[in-house]
């Protein structure tokens, strides 16, 4: 199994932007779909964006499309999540998880290692 490390989350004021990071490491295959999610209190788990490991195809939820960038850098086996124009809505934690050894990555990939998360807070 995938094991993942998130990191990068912090406050930030409405309108700025913050950087996340995820460090896998125990990758069995090449071709995998890496994503990053966010829970706010009270609310359900949603997909922000999904990223193909071995095409660099991307998925953005609707809500951060436009603002939020997934990337990878494939020699450090990192994905990162630049999020821009952040609103105070973005305010959540935000998970990083992984599917291996698949040919289907979109917001709802059948992922099965997940991070620990990290805290993002935007004030307005």
Known sequence: ???????????????GSLRLSCAASGYTYSSNC??????????????????YTAGG???YADSVKGRFTISQDNAK??????????KPEDTAMYYCAAEEG????????????????TQVTVSS
């Open 1 to 15: 199994q995938v094991q993942l490390v998130e990191s990068g989350g912090g406050s930030v004021q409405a309108g």
């Open 77 to 86: 086996y990192t994905v990162y999540l630049q999020m821009n124009s952040m």
């Open 102 to 117: 698949t040919t289907y990555c979109s917001g709802d990939s059948d992922f099965d290692s997940w991070g620990q998360g």
């Open 34 to 51: 890496m994503g990053w999610f966010r829970q706010a209190p009270g609310k359900e788990r949603e997909g922000v964006a999904t990223i």
């Open 57 to 59: 195809n991307t998925y």
